[in-house]
Nanobody, 122 residues
Framework: QVLLVESGGGTGEAGGSLRLSCAGSGRTFSIYHIGWFRQAPGKERTFVGAISDSGERGWLAPSVKDRFALSRDIAKNTVYLQMDNLQPEDTATYYC???????????????WGQGTQVTVSS
């Protein structure tokens, strides 16, 4: 089992940046692929991006791929989501999740963090 804790959310203005962190506990964290999802009020949870267990592969949803970036610090058991040029439509609760597979569907993920809120004003 792995525990995930997100941090780094907050309030920002359009055009600004935030970096979210997903810290994992447990010696097995390194075997998991990590996905990021977001959910706005009244909407479904949607895929933002995913990074492989090694950190060497990653992909981002088309809506964010030109503005967001993924990275992984193996030694710190932490995955990062760098978000630049934030827009009001990025406002949501952001979740990280762990899976032994490499998926864009939330159904593929076994462990979830509690979420961190990102609010972007225009």
């Amino acid at each position: 089992q792995v525990l995930l804790v997100e941090s780094g959310g907050g309030t920002g203005e359009a055009g600004g940046s935030l970096r979210l962190s997903c810290a994992g506990s447990g010696r097995t964290f390194s075997i998991y692929h990590i996905g990021w999802f977001r959910q706005a009020p009244g909407k479904e949870r949607t895929f933002v991006g995913a990074i492989s267990d090694s950190g060497e592969r990653g992909w981002l949803a088309p809506s964010v791929k030109d503005r967001f970036a993924l990275s992984r610090d193996i030694a710190k058991n932490t995955v990062y989501l760098q978000m630049d040029n934030l827009q009001p439509e990025d406002t949501a609760t952001y979740y990280c999740a762990a899976s032994e597979g490499y998926y864009s569907s939330a159904h593929g993920y076994d462990y979830w963090g509690q979420g961190t809120q990102v609010t972007v004003s225009s």
